[in-house]
């Protein structure tokens, strides 16, 4: 009973770094998500752990999908090359350490916008095209955030079910 107790903290504790993960994408969130969900199955070993990992491994998994078919159908549309939103990315990581709190998403508009000026050499069409990037990504990590809410609703269920069962 110890373990399942010290398991499901554990669990806990992933999950919310899973769901921080999809929100600052250097961690990666859905997939921590359904990890501890399976170590939580593992963990408690019943019915009720392997219907909230099959449950919330659809969600965070049907979330992670989501979140890159809509950014990426979204960029093509816009022929935004996949090399720009990289570049924004690493440049976010690096405004992460020099900007905290907020040096992730400054980092990352920048270095979108300076990957597009340089690639189109109009200030107005790479500032257009940055936006609708910008746009793209985060209605992808809304879908994916969305959704690994719902896998993380479906383990407190369980976990709630589970030890009021036993």
């Known amino acids: 009973m110890e373990l399942q107790v010290v398991m499901t903290v554990v669990c806990g504790l992933l999950i919310a770094v899973g769901i921080a993960g999809i929100v600052i994408p250097v961690l990666p ?10 170590v939580w199955a593992l963990a408690v070993a019943s019915v009720e752990g392997w219907v909230v990992f099959a449950i919330g491994t659809v969600l965070a998994g049907a979330g992670l ?21 990289t570049i924004g990315v690493l440049a976010g990581i690096v405004g992460l350490f020099v900007i ?21 050499r109009a200030p107005g069409a790479a500032l257009s095209s940055s936006v609708h990037a910008l746009r793209a990504t985060g ?6 955030l969305g959704l690994a809410c719902l896998a993380a609703t479906t383990w407190v269920i369980g976990v709630w079910v589970y030890f009021a069962t036993i």
């Open 100 to 120: 905290p709190v907020v040096g992730l998403f400054v980092g990352f508009a920048v270095g979108l916008f300076a990957s597009e000026y340089a690639r189109q």
């Open 139 to 144: 209605l992808g990590i809304l879908a994916e």
């Open 65 to 85: 999908s989501a979140g890159l078919v809509l950014t990426g159908r979204s960029l093509r549309q816009r022929e935004i090359p996949g090399r720009s939103v």
């Open 29 to 38: 969130g859905s997939i921590l998500v359904i990890a501890a969900l399976l």
